[in-house]
């Protein structure tokens, strides 16, 4: 008598050993027995308007007097490599937002963690695919930050500023609309971009710091026209003067060391801007591990 089913007989799916499972998570820090240890916390400034999650470049500040110091100063979004101090962590965010679908995040004023540079921490960031040409290079190559996609990009040498035309505000339903006219291109090419504007006054109530810093761009129709938006009490922006005010476009090189660049399998965030704004995973995207 013969069996014709065989009980022990061993299979696998096509494929399965050739996967490959290396690859980072944009905002995880990679463990070693101090590293948490080197991980701060602040709160997020009003003034940030948009999502924040992990691997972001953000400018910490002293905390005011007055305030309690446990729960540190508050962050910003770096708009240059002058103010940068440190990167958005995920790892220790227990406090961010997960709902289906969506990657975790934190908005303002929730408290956010983050790594000061200069602390040794290796921090995985979404990069440009075109890094990957760096592999088997040297760790102190030359990099630079987008700070309007919040990822690594090639070095670029120069900090340019392009000059503001005029910044004229709409008033709607507790919303300020700004349309933005540079007087040159800028390096802004899409809504959710963001930008970082200095130098401009307002006749309103809310001052010149309300019109001035890092805005996402809400509305955009080329390079030298685009608006942003500031959510404002009325009267609080009135006449935005623009004789002094510039478009800062932060670039030169990133303080980091490169230590790996992970091609096609790694989990990055995709954000997408808006009045639902959405913060989803790309699970096959390009990440690299930096040293701070």
């Not at 299979?11 to 990679?30: K, L, M, P, R």
């Not at 002293?62 to 440190?86: D, F, R, W, Y």
């Not at 001035?212 to 009135?238: E, K, L, R, W, Y």
Request: with cysteine; hydrophobic share 45%; net charge negative.
């Amino acid at each position: 008598m013969t069996i014709s089913l065989n009980p022990m007989a061993v299979s696998n799916a096509y494929g399965f050993f050739s996967t490959d499972t290396d690859g980072f998570i944009q905002g995880e820090y990679q463990f070693d027995p101090v590293a948490r240890q080197y991980i701060a916390g602040g709160y997020l400034a009003s003034t940030v308007v948009q999502p924040v999650w992990g691997g972001m470049a953000i400018s910490e500040n002293i905390p005011i007097t007055g305030v309690a110091q446990a729960i540190g100063g508050s962050i910003v979004l770096a708009s240059s490599v002058a103010n940068l101090t440190g990167f958005t962590v995920s790892t220790q965010m227990s406090n961010a937002i997960i709902v289906p679908g969506a990657a975790p995040s934190v908005a303002a004023p929730q408290s956010v963690q983050f790594a000061r540079l200069g602390s040794g921490v290796r921090l995985a960031v979404k990069c440009d695919p075109s890094l990957i040409s760096l592999d088997g290079g040297l760790i102190n190559q030359q990099v630079s930050w987008d700070f309007n996609n919040q990822q690594l990009v090639p070095y670029s040498a120069g900090t340019p500023t392009v000059a503001v035309t005029s910044m004229t505000p709409t008033f709607a339903s507790g919303v300020y609309t700004i349309a933005v006219v540079a007087a040159a291109a800028t390096t802004v090419g899409a809504v959710g971009d963001a930008v970082n504007i200095s130098g401009a006054t307002n006749s309103g109530t809310g001052g010149n710091s309300i019109v001035n810093g890092n805005f996402v761009v809400t509305a955009f129709t080329d390079n030298q026209h685009f608006s942003i938006q500031v959510t404002a009490a009325s009267g609080a922006i009135g006449t935005i003067t623009t004789t002094s005010a510039v478009i800062n476009q932060g670039v030169g090189a990133l303080p980091v060391k490169i230590l790996a660049v992970q091609n096609g399998n790694s989990k990055v965030i995709n954000y997408t801007p808006g009045a639902s704004p959405s913060v989803t995973w790309n699970n096959s995207g390009v990440a690299a591990l930096i040293l701070l």
